[in-house]
Nanobody
């Protein structure tokens, strides 16, 4: 398995979750890593990205609430999600491009009271 996402679950509105994505070193090192999400009936959306040097991008809908980070020594990508809203409910997937696109299997995040 090249990318393995984990950390999803059911959380109440306003709560927090931390997602992790473990990657094989050959596709993690030196590459930009991304988190996408896909909600039922909606297009896949880029949530956040981080370059190997630590430069980040956030979708407008999550800016100020989500933080993407990476541990280059452990080949692991993170997404800290705070102040979660029901509209954040989706399957969250990690992605990168090396010789081709690599996608993790996704982890379900459900925000509901």
């Amino acid at each position: 398995v090249q990318l393995q996402a984990s950390g999803g679950g059911l959380v109440q509105p306003g709560g927090s979750l931390r997602l992790s994505c473990a990657a094989s070193g050959s596709i993690f090192s030196g590459n930009t890593m991304r988190w996408y999400r896909q909600a039922p009936g909606k297009q896949r959306e880029l949530v956040a990205s981080i370059t190997s040097g630590g430069s980040t991008y956030y979708a407008h809908s999550v800016k100020g609430r989500f933080t993407i980070s990476r541990d280059n020594a452990k080949n692991t990508l993170f997404l800290q999600m705070n102040s979660l809203k029901p509209e954040d409910t989706a399957v969250y997937l990690c992605q990168t491009y090396s010789d081709h696109d690599y996608w993790g299997q996704g982890t379900q995040v459900t925000v509901s009271s």
